[in-house]
């Protein structure tokens, strides 16, 4: 697996990959030819059995500070049209395998897009959070008004989105955007602990479970609202639920049978 911009370990650890972005002097930042490599790698990756999940990283500067600014500045909106770069990000969002971000500094813009996309982020403490594209008279577009309202809040990415401000890693941890913050030194060591976890259990049942876990990110408010009330109804078809509101009515402990 020999790309350009990116350095790709199909066997960094037993079942685990790593995927490296490598354009260290730009800040990572992530020109149309990185996220292709990247797209290629982990469809790669996900055809090969032998890995069972994969860690994406930077370096300790960097994760990645946003898409390239200088190969955007040119263009206009059909000319961004005809590069339909979202059709290499939907690529990634399907990955099947587990992917685990490994942050470290700035990870802002598409970077901390990218970030989110994976289904976890191991942060380290000099990490950076920021969608600061609105400094540049633009807004994201590679799903952070999206996925960050959705991981920590309106009032949150709005400030985030409307301000452009970063934010640390203990502030991404507080409000829910990152899995923990570990020291810089051990960064990618405990995404690989993490990695490991997953890669114990059975690959089928990680799929499905991964699947299911993002399903609830894909289905619209109404329809998780439907979805809700007709499991609530289901409830009082059970015999359960007669004994817990009748425990409390009768000011005593309810006994559960699981009917
Ligand atoms: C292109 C970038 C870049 C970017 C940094 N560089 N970010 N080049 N695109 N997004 C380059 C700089 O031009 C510079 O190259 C080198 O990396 C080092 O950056 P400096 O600015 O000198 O470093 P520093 O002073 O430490 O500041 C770091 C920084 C700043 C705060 C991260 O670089 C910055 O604000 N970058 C832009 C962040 C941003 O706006 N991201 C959102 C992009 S829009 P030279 O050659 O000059 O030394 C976006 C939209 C996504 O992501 C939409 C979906 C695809």
Known sequence: MNFELILVNPA???HIALIQLNRPKELNALNLQLML???QALSQLDDLEEVRCIIITG??????AGADIKQMESKNAIDLLKIDQFETWDQIRKTKKPIIAAVSGF???GGCELAMTCDMIIASESAKFGQP????GIMPGAGGTQRLTRAIGKANAMEMVLT????????AQRMGLVNR???EEIYLD????????IALMSPIAIRLAKESVNKAFESGLQEGLYFERKNFYMTFASEDQKEGMNAFVEKRKPIFTGK
């Open 59 to 64: 370096n300790q500067q960097a994760f990645a």
């Open 133 to 136: 594209e609105i400094k540049i």
């Open 107 to 109: 990870a802002l813009g």
């Open 164 to 171: 452009g401000k970063f934010i640390s890693a203990e502030e």
């Open 181 to 183: 913050v570990v020291p």
């Open 37 to 39: 490599e990247l797209k």
């Open 190 to 197: 405990e995404a690989v602990k993490l990695a490991k976890e």
């Open 12 to 14: 960094y650890a037993a």
